[in-house]
């Protein structure tokens, strides 16, 4: 027998790459590596529409089935939106090779059966078998009978040279690998609003609220960004692109899904989807009793992380595993109650006291109903619909309820450390529980935020910049976070910045009223009166109410503007609105302040440290409202009774 091995060892080298490479029109795909070209020029594609293209290629002219696609690209051990994902990924591969479901010209589709690869398809089939006749050896002319041995040797010799392709293939695949980048890792991600599919708007707040609780629940995981709920409420109902989202927020992955309820049963789905690519890493349904809605939650949560490759730290699992059940009525109270906070309106804050209220009730040792009273009370004692003392007392009641049943809870050491700073000017007390607050939680963009205004009023603005530039990273679309953020440049002397700060909130919204007041403080310290007047106007304007705020600052401005007739008129407005119980003392002192009329301010000043007023706690920060007072020797004496730590 005489055998050709350079032949042999070159059919099984191409035979090897012909399994690894697969042509049909004008593409290519090579199965080692998971790439699919177009006249040589490579597309991209998703993971799992590049599998089922190599699933169909398999076996082109036969129907794979949807179970069978299920079987090999769906863990088994995962509640899946199947019929969802499969129904996207087939969508996406036609997209990328140009085909229809109408009139397919690779992929065709048999109803509620499967699909079938319809093109000719170049190294399958026939071809095989044509390769492997090239390989039987050929016998002399003389006809000698084969023993068995010779064919024995054809089979090591055959055997060996495909050997030799197959490590020579291993070692090009190696090499490959290592010049291959790898996929970047997740560190952050985004809540979307999870859709109300009830068909019923009623059941808003159920969606809205589970969002929340998700965040939070993702939020609590150590090594992820989680974005907070302010700016994910952007994208509600948006037409974007999960791509768009992601580089608007910043984020390596979003999470989306929905909501429906049916009676006592709700269904979730999510799905993990990475923001550069469009890639979906993960998808799960969950279908439970109403009661169970905490549960949910956490599994969709852990199911994350573990796609995700982020391991529950031993103080996560602890406080999962200690976490007490809640009454499914509590529960349901508390997102009701959350669902209006979130308005912040007047009218949706009480709602939302009246809410929490009846969780706390239903189950008097819900720590996370009393959280929300807490928060809803110390923003009624700041909003003017509360008298502000009784607001913040209540406030404060609430918090230590909360801590005293749940201590890991970072919301209400947050509003306990607000209510130490503003009202009772417990400066120790204050720091210590904002620290515990963005300890428990590093994502908690509200916890940042309040601690950054503490750093400023005692003059550590350094700290207090790099705070309030966490909270925005953590929320990067809050409208009040990036004000604030130019408010604690502003403090600290840094105008430039402050004021190319407030220009990008008011390109968020030109609208914003509390902008529009900051960039009349930027220009205030630039001794441009006119325009600093002209933007406390327009911060009034834009208000929906008479905001004693914006109308003290309108008045602080006529006065440092020379206007006085008219400051005067504002500070008779103040007045009229202190008597009805509308105004704090502290705002007519201000105004007297600017004025130049020191006797009045002080004694204004005097009733409003009696009354614990909040404005006091900025008695300190320099640019801003007490600025005229502080050559006064009495400015000193009320700045340390306020006890402002140097």
């Given at each position: 027998m ?9 059919l ?12 049909f029109?004008a ?7 998971g790439e699919?070209y177009?006249h ?10 590049f ?9 082109p002219g ?6 069978e696609l299920?079987?090999k690209?769906w ?11 499969l ?10 090779l ?5 009139d ?14 319809v093109?000719p ?10 390769e ?12 000698a009978?084969a ?18 392709g197959?490590?020579g293939?291993?070692?090009?695949l190696s ?6 980048p790898?996929?970047?890792?997740i ?16 059941q ?7 969002t ?11 090594g992820?960004?989680?974005?907070s709920?302010?700016s994910a409420?952007h994208?509600?109902?948006t037409?974007?692109?999960v791509p768009?989202?992601?580089r ?6 979003i ?17 993990l989807?990475?923001?550069?690519s469009?890639e979906?890493i993960?998808?799960g ?26 391991s ?10 200690s976490?007490?059940?809640v009454?499914p009525?509590?529960y349901?109270d ?5 669902y ?30 009393y ?6 009370y110390?923003?009624l ?7 502000s003392?009784?607001a913040?007392?209540?406030a ?17 050491h947050?509003?306990l ?8 000017w417990?400066?120790?007390?204050a720091?210590?529980?904002y ?5 428990l939680?590093?994502?908690?963009a509200?916890?940042?935020?309040l601690?950054a ?8 603005f ?6 309030e ?14 004000n ?10 840094r ?21 529009h007041q ?12 006119d ?6 106007q327009?911060a009034?304007q ?5 905001n004693?705020d914006?109308v003290?600052d ?10 006085l ?16 119980g509308?105004?704090?003392s502290?705002s007519?002192?201000i ?8 006797n ?7 009733k409003?440290?009696?009354e614990r ?11 801003r ?8 020797p009495r ?11 140097d």
């Amino acid at each position: 027998m005489v055998i050709d091995y350079g032949r042999a060892l070159k059919l099984c080298m191409e035979s090897t790459n012909r399994t690894r490479r697969t042509q049909f029109g004008a593409f290519e795909v090579d199965l080692r590596s998971g790439e699919l070209y177009k006249h040589g020029i490579r597309l991209k594609v998703q993971d799992q529409p590049f599998q089922i293209l190599a699933l169909l290629l398999e076996r082109p002219g036969d129907v794979v089935a949807r179970e069978e696609l299920r079987q090999k690209l769906w863990p088994a051990d995962t509640f899946v939106d199947f019929d969802t994902g499969l129904n996207s990924a087939i969508k996406k591969l036609r997209d990328v090779l140009g085909d229809s479901a109408e009139d397919p010209r690779y992929i065709e589709t048999l109803p509620r059966r499967g699909y079938r690869f319809v093109a000719p398809v170049n190294g399958s089939a026939g071809q095989g078998e044509r390769e492997k006749a090239l390989l039987v050896p050929q016998e002399p002319e003389s006809h000698a009978p084969a023993g068995l041995g010779r064919r024995v040797l054809w089979l090591v010799v055959v055997a060996a040279a495909c050997l030799l392709g197959v490590a020579g293939w291993a070692w090009r695949l190696s090499r490959s690998h290592q010049a291959t980048p790898t996929v970047p890792p997740i560190q952050s991600l985004a809540v979307l609003p999870l859709q109300n599919l009830s068909g019923d708007s009623s059941q808003d707040y159920l969606a809205d609220g589970m969002t929340e609780e998700l965040i939070g629940r993702l939020a609590n995981i150590q090594g992820l960004r989680v974005i907070s709920r302010t700016s994910a409420m952007h994208f509600k109902n948006t037409q974007l692109s999960v791509p768009e989202i992601a580089r608007i927020l910043g984020v390596d992955a979003i999470v989306e899904g929905s909501v429906i309820r049916e009676g006592d049963q709700v269904r979730v789905h999510a799905q993990l989807i990475r923001g550069a690519s469009d890639e979906h890493i993960w998808a799960g349904e969950y279908q439970r009793q109403c009661r169970s809605l905490l549960t949910v939650q956490d599994e969709v949560a852990r199911n994350i992380a573990e796609r995700i490759e982020i391991s529950l730290t031993p103080q996560d699992r602890l406080a999962r595993a200690s976490a007490r059940p809640v009454e499914p009525e509590a529960y349901e109270d508390y997102l009701k109650g959350r669902y209006f906070f979130n308005e912040r309106t007047q009218d949706a804050l009480n709602k939302s006291i009246g809410f929490f209220e009846q969780a706390t009730a239903q189950d008097p040792n819900y720590a996370a109903g009393y959280s929300g009273l807490a928060d809803a009370y110390a923003m009624l004692g700041f909003r003017g619909g509360f008298p502000s003392k009784d607001a913040l007392s209540r406030a404060k009641a609430a918090a230590l309820k909360a801590i005293e049943l749940d201590d890991t809870l970072a919301e209400p050491h947050a509003s306990l450390a607000f209510i130490a700073e503003t009202h009772e000017w417990d400066w120790a007390t204050a720091e210590r529980e904002y620290k515990r607050a963005v300890t428990l939680n590093p994502n908690d963009a509200q916890s940042h935020h309040l601690y950054a205004g503490y750093l400023v009023y005692v003059g550590r603005f350094d700290e207090g910049i790099a705070e309030e530039m966490r909270a925005r990273d953590l929320d990067p679309l809050s409208l009040p976070i990036n004000n604030a953020l130019a408010g604690r440049l502003l403090a600290a002397g840094r105008n430039d910045e402050a004021l190319a700060q407030v220009q990008k909130t008011l390109e968020l919204d030109s609208h914003f009223p509390p902008a529009h007041q900051t960039l009349g403080w930027v220009y205030l310290n630039r001794g441009k009166h006119d325009e600093s007047i002209r933007e406390f106007q327009t911060a009034l304007q834009l208000s929906a109410s008479d905001n004693v705020d914006l109308v003290t600052d309108l008045g602080f401005g006529y006065a440092a503007g020379g206007k006085l007739d008219q400051a005067g008129k504002i500070l008779a407005r103040l007045k009229a609105l202190h008597s009805q119980g509308l105004a704090p003392s502290a705002s007519v002192g201000i105004v007297y302040g600017a004025m130049g009329e020191m006797n009045e301010a002080f004694a204004w000043l005097a009733k409003a440290y009696e009354e614990r007023d909040p404005e006091l706690t900025y008695i300190k920060v320099p640019g801003r409202r007490f600025q005229p007072l502080r050559h006064d020797p009495r400015y000193l004496d009320l700045a340390r009774r306020v006890g402002v730590p140097d």
